[in-house]
């Protein structure tokens, strides 16, 4: 099945199948469609009873009409509409590695792709007649330059809540830039006619999106390597940090850490990391390599300029009525990389204000706020922050602080990395941050709640919260 995400050299005709791998970025109105209908032949000898599911246009073969102009209730029934767009900043060597595997798949086919014999079966109508007289010449090609397709779900009882990362597999329609026969009735607004339609046949929640645990999660469960690994990843850390081995450890619990409950306004298992004392070049060297081990690293320079200048929270525009995505509408298990070394002194606009308790927000409660115009909606994210910082972050609500070691070189130098051991890294963070499951014993509350009371009982906890952070990194 093509995937519209990695490039191909072929057209994709309507009809056919593929896969797309996305992010659920906007939701639509459910919509009314004709389950099924009748044709029948100009001379009233030959009837045929058509599906109208997976698709968006009715289609009459020449020579028959419709039936029933206006069918009854019962033929109609509904359908969820996502608009969905590629996983925003997935770094470069996840795109390369599903990119690697598509034209692997590509080379195993039995009979090329360009096989005219193929192709015609692709092309077949339902009366068996080719449509050679429409060429579509959109298809992955096409999907080069739309990041966005229109999905429609049918009779699931899952609820598909936004960011969510999924991979849909459905049927291929774009209707933008084909003439409409004229016994054809095209089930959708103008607004949907810009994108692609892919009519979901099933699909799938994606817990990650690192392709290498595909390939190697049967070999990784019981890999003995992974002490070996953990230990390789901090040296590398170190020479990141000129040996400020604290740091290094409290960098790796950040990376690997996730939301694992929520009660109230608190979401527990969150470590949010500011590092002070680190110069703009070092600052970039780490974004660098962090985006070489991770599957999703974005970054994002604060500056009062960009904070009075800058939309972060997403709204809703009311002349399309669709949502206006921003920077800051991740799916889970993003890394948020915010830069402030080229911090200044400056007067904040009230815009700067609003973002500021914007990003408070996502730090303390995983929350992000919405705009509607007329009300507000918060949408709960889960969204590792480190903030790189000269001095101490202007940020409230970080869980941890701390300051890098004063060191006479200026620029750390980190060594060449082999594909292999990178790999290996990949492999390593991505299953101890979002696949081992942890077993508790029976007698683990019980010990927690007596070391709580001896913690403040000789007064080395101050409130609960503290006591929670220490919960997240033990």
């Not at 469960?221 to 990843?233: A, G, I, N």
């Not at 527990?268 to 680190?278: A, E, F, V």
């Amino acid at each position: 099945i093509p995937s519209l995400n990695e490039s191909h050299d072929r057209s994709l005709p309507n009809g056919c199948l593929v896969r797309y791998r996305c992010m659920i970025q906007d939701m639509g109105e459910d919509e009314i469609y004709c389950n099924d209908y009748t044709v029948r032949s100009n001379d009233g000898v030959d009837q045929i009873e058509k599906l109208g599911k997976y698709r968006d246009i009715l289609v009459c073969p020449p020579g028959y009409q419709f039936v029933d102009v206006e069918p009854n209730r019962e033929k109609f029934a509904s359908r969820q509409l996502y608009y969905c767009t590629s996983i925003p900043n997935e770094t470069e060597w996840v795109k390369y590695a599903y990119n690697n595997q598509s034209k692997n798949e590509n080379d195993r086919q039995k009979r090329p792709s360009d096989d005219p014999l193929l192709q015609e079966k692709r092309v077949k109508n339902d009366c068996g007649e080719s449509r050679s007289s429409m060429t579509i010449q959109n298809g992955t090609e096409n999907a080069k330059q739309n990041d966005s397709y229109v999905v429609k779900v049918y009779d699931t009882s899952d609820d598909l809540l936004l960011n969510t990362i999924i991979e849909f597999i459905g049927v291929y329609y774009d209707c933008s830039d084909q003439e409409t026969e004229m016994n054809e009735e095209v089930n959708m607004d103008d607004d949907q006619q810009k994108y692609p339609q892919i009519h979901c046949i099933q699909f799938k929640k994606l817990q990650h999106n690192n392709p290498l645990i595909d390939q190697q999660y049967g070999l990784i469960s019981s890999s003995p390597s992974f002490v070996e690994t953990r230990s390789y990843l901090l040296s590398l850390f170190s020479q990141l940090f000129f040996n400020d081995t604290l740091l290094c450890e409290y960098l790796l619990l950040h990376i690997i850490s996730h939301v694992y409950v929520r009660e109230g306004l608190c979401s527990y298992g969150k470590l949010s990391l500011n590092i002070s004392n680190i110069t703009h070049e070092q600052q970039c060297l780490i974004t660098e390599f962090l985006k070489q081990i991770l599957p999703l690293c974005t970054s994002f320079q604060l500056t009062c300029e960009t904070l009075n200048t800058t939309q972060m929270m997403p709204n809703k525009n009311l002349t399309t009525n669709r949502l206006q995505s921003t920077k800051f509408q991740l799916p889970k298990y993003t890394q948020l990389i915010l830069d402030e070394t080229l911090m200044e002194c400056g007067q904040l606009t009230p815009l700067g204000c609003t973002n500021i308790q914007l990003l408070s927000n996502i730090l303390k409660q995983q929350k992000l706020k919405y705009e509607f115009h007329i009300y507000q909606l918060e949408y709960e994210c889960d969204v590792k922050t480190l903030i790189l910082s000269q001095t101490k972050s202007i940020l409230p609500s970080i869980d941890v602080h701390i300051k890098q070691e004063k060191h006479s070189q200026q620029t750390p130098v980190l060594q060449s990395i082999p594909e292999e051991k990178l790999n290996e890294i990949r492999l390593y963070l991505t299953y101890t941050s979002h696949l081992i499951q942890f077993e508790q014993r029976d007698d683990t509350s019980t010990n927690i709640q007596n070391d709580f009371v001896n913690m403040r009982k000789q007064k080395l906890l101050t409130n609960l919260d503290d006591f929670h952070l220490l919960l997240v990194i033990a």
